[in-house]
């Protein structure tokens, strides 16, 4: 009777990590596929690793990225619910994703809320400082947003689309010149980002036609 019971228990735990390496194989799969851009196809892969393990936090993570890159910003946006229902407070990235979600699909109050978690949870990138900013500029929070890009900037000096934007939020507060002056900043790091010749163009005319 031991010895069947032991062949029972002993069958099962094998049966187990069979189910548990399976689920891993199809992510890791998965995880190439996002790596290569073929976000479709990632996500049929963390869709099979999630059937075989429905509690695979990581799997319903990287699916919602997935899903955030191909613009499904509800779908991505449920599946990192169900990663901070899983997880709770301990992935703090979990709530910068989501935000980014919300960004995307234009919900920035939203959007701040989650950054807010993420930061409050030592989740301190400057991307987080970044997009949390460009949220505040888009409902005319222009002052905190201002500070935002500070920060982006302080933590990460040699990126051009941090200056770019802290650019936009100047000129909406019409600070011209300093504006001006992180429009050239982001040139001068990326040459080619149109983005910021056309906001160089308006600054300078904007400040042309204040001093006439």
Known sequence: ??????????????ATCLHAQKAEDYYKTGKQKYADGAYEEAILYFTKAIQINPQYANAY???GLSLDALSYYQSAIQDFNIVIELKKDS??????NRGMAYKN??????AIQDFDKAIALNFNYPLTYNYRGIC???IGRYDEALQDFNKAIEMSPKKASYYYNRGNTLNHL????????DYKTALAIDPNLDAAKSGLKEA????????N
């Open 174 to 181: 019409r600070q011209y010149k300093a504006a001006i002056d």
């Open 61 to 63: 993570m990287d699916r």
């Open 91 to 96: 992935v703090p990235d979990a709530y910068h």
């Open 105 to 110: 699909f234009t919900k920035y109050t939203e």
């Open 204 to 211: 300078q005319q904007k400040l042309n036609k204040k001093a």
């Open 1 to 14: 009777m031991k010895l069947c019971t032991f062949s029972l228990v002993f069958f099962l735990f094998i």
């Open 136 to 138: 505040l500029d888009n």
